[in-house]
Antibody
Framework: QITLKESGPTLVKPTQTLTLTCTFSGFSLSSSGVGVGWIRQPPGKALEWLAFIYWNDDKRYSPSLKSRLIITEDTSKNQVVLTMTKMDPGDTATYYC????????????????WGQGTMVTVSS | SYVLTQPPSVSVAPGQTARITCGGNNIGSKSVHWYQQKPGQAPVLVIFYDSGRPSGIPERFSGSNSGNTATLTISRVEAGDEADYSCQVWDRNSDHREVVFGGGTKLTVL
């Protein structure tokens, strides 16, 4: 059974750096075709993709946020970490991590299992 | 950047058919995935690769994709289907890889 769970601070101040951890079980990020994505959703708004890490360490970022994001993995701990710099009140959102599997390596598949999400508020 | 356009809301009576569209330039050439999200919950995948249905998703949920529009169809709508529905694709171009979500559609069951 695949599960993912996000963790991190619930409140950060403007200009600070946010670090979120996705701890997962039921799969290995070193297995061919496996990936993990980060997606966020501001209150009452649409889903927004942030970053993606693939089993071969390929990393992809939202073009609009690329300069502020870093995604890394700790395979031994079954964790994926997302770092977002220069936090702003506009970054207030629920942040999700999600499992991905694509045996073709074609970057076309869905995020089939999602974590419960973690709400982050940016305020002074 | 690729854009997916969804209607903000769709309303349907119980037992009727709901159709939620997702528009994009030549979206028929891409694989479209659909997610259902109920208030306070994480998204759930309901349709993958245009028309595939994950295990546990009722047969009432179906999808199609052609030209510039992908459609999620929910037959015999039930009160429990009331939720937000979002479409998603991968935008690929040369070495560019980007996940794109639509703006979401709120399905109201009258």
């Amino acid at each position: 059974q695949i599960t993912l769970k996000e963790s991190g601070p619930t409140l950060v101040k403007p200009t600070q750096t946010l670090t979120l951890t996705c701890t997962f079980s039921g799969f290995s990020l070193s297995s061919s075709g496996v990936g993990v994505g980060w997606i966020r959703q501001p209150p009452g708004k649409a889903l927004e993709w942030l970053a993606f890490i693939y089993w071969n360490d390929d990393k992809r970022y939202s073009p609009s946020l690329k300069s502020r994001l870093i995604i890394t993995e700790d395979t031994s701990k079954n964790q994926v970490v997302l770092t977002m710099t220069k936090m702003d009140p506009g970054d207030t959102a629920t942040y999700y991590c999600a499992h991905y599997y694509d045996s073709s390596g074609y970057y076309s598949d869905a995020f089939d299992i999602w974590g419960q999400g973690t709400m982050v508020t940016v305020s002074s | 950047s690729y854009v997916l356009t969804q209607p903000p809301s769709v309303s349907v009576a119980p037992g009727q058919t709901a159709r939620i569209t997702c528009g994009g330039n030549n979206i028929g050439s891409k694989s479209v995935h659909w997610y259902q999200q109920k208030p306070g919950q994480a998204p759930v995948l309901v349709i993958f690769y245009d028309s595939g249905r994950p295990s546990g998703i009722p047969e009432r949920f179906s999808g199609s994709n052609s030209g510039n529009t992908a459609t999620l169809t929910i037959s015999r709508v039930e009160a429990g289907d009331e939720a937000d529905y979002s479409c998603q694709v991968w935008d690929r171009n040369s070495d560019h890889r980007e996940v794109v979500f639509g703006g979401g559609t709120k399905l109201t069951v009258l």
